[in-house]
């Protein structure tokens, strides 16, 4: 497939335009101001399905807001999905539950997101440069994060949100400090959480959080883990949710949201759900990859040598 030049609506025509509207969906992966001008475009062509992965439309309400365990799937109706990004996923999914329940006060709540590279965007700046970033970690965009509007617009909650780069690619770390209501105690919020997420395959709710959360155990994967801390002090209670950015912030979870507008099975293409709960201290990256194609690279080679 040789890479497509055109880079905007302008530079097609009529009848192009058509002819890519009249697909069964268009997956637009671009940054905000071209995601808004494509959008457009396609949907006066007549596009059945346009699934937006940029924030340009998060939070239109003409738009279907695509948080697959929150949000259920795209009505058959519905023309455009915005696809939430990362640190909006892993903060809804591990808050907007016990809002929803009445468990914890809206007013006091402080995010605090720590997150690889990647999660920062393509474009160079002196904070992702590598002699800068490696073996280094600090705080970044504080005050003035792009996706704040977007999760207290979804949680229906004012937060204080601060996010810090790690010295990784991928993998994303979202730690809330919530405070219960009178009489709510921090086991009562896992078991809301559990109860909102019994029948969700791709989130699990660990007993307790530990190296559980490390991302080593996410990054590849569509899962997002989350937990409640056990103990309440100074009135507030730990939530944590971890996510690999790429995946469940991005691309699986445009995937998800695909399949299930399609009518198509809803794990069709994404890595299986954990099987078991995640146990001890996660793996690096780097092991994790180098076990995964030990195993799979011979078999790929040679379908032969597989096990039964």
């Keep these: 497939m040789r890479p497509c030049p055109v880079r905007s609506p302008d530079q097609v025509d009529e009848a192009g335009l058509r002819a890519l509207a009249s697909a069964d969906l268009v997956a637009l992966a671009l940054p905000r101001e071209p995601a808004k001008v494509w959008a457009a475009a396609l949907l006066g062509a007549g596009a059945r399905r346009v699934l937006d ?7 239109d309400p003409e738009a279907h807001y695509g948080l697959p365990e929150l949000t259920g799937a795209p009505p058959a109706h519905a023309r455009l999905v915005a696809n939430p990004g990362c640190y909006p996923t892993a903060t809804l999914a591990s808050l907007r539950p016990l809002l929803d329940a009445g ?7 402080a995010v605090l997101g ?8 393509k474009g160079l700046a002196d904070r992702l440069h590598f002699c800068n970033l490696a073996g280094n970690s600090f705080p970044y965009k504080v005050g ?14 004012p937060i204080s949100f601060v996010t810090q780069l790690l010295p990784i690619v991928r993998g994303m770390l979202v730690t809330s400090f919530v405070k219960p209501k009178a009489g709510v105690t921090p086991s009562q919020l896992r078991e809301a959480l559990e109860a909102r997420y019994a029948e969700a395959p791709y989130v699990t709710v660990l007993p307790q959080p530990d190296q559980g959360l490390g991302l080593g155990h996410v990054v590849g994967t569509h899962q997002v883990l989350v937990a409640v801390g056990p103990v309440e002090r ?34 069709l293409g994404l890595p299986p759900p954990l099987a078991e709960l995640p146990r001890g201290v996660p793996p690096t990256f780097a092991t994790a ?15 032969e040598t597989a096990t039964p």
């Design 114 to 121: 720590t997150s690889g590279a990647s999660g920062a965007g």
């Design 234 to 267: 100074s009135g507030l209670v730990p939530v944590f949710a971890s996510i690999d950015n790429l995946m469940r912030g991005a691309a699986s979870q445009a995937l998800h949201n695909a399949n299930l507008w399609l009518g198509l099975p809803p794990s």
């Design 53 to 59: 992965l940029s924030d340009a439309r998060r939070r």
């Design 103 to 109: 468990l914890i006060e809206a007013e006091s709540i």
């Design 144 to 157: 003035e994060h792009r996706h704040v509007p977007e999760i207290e617009h979804h949680l229906g909650a």
């Design 289 to 303: 990859l180098s076990t995964a194609l030990s195993t799979a690279l011979p078999t790929a080679l040679n379908p």
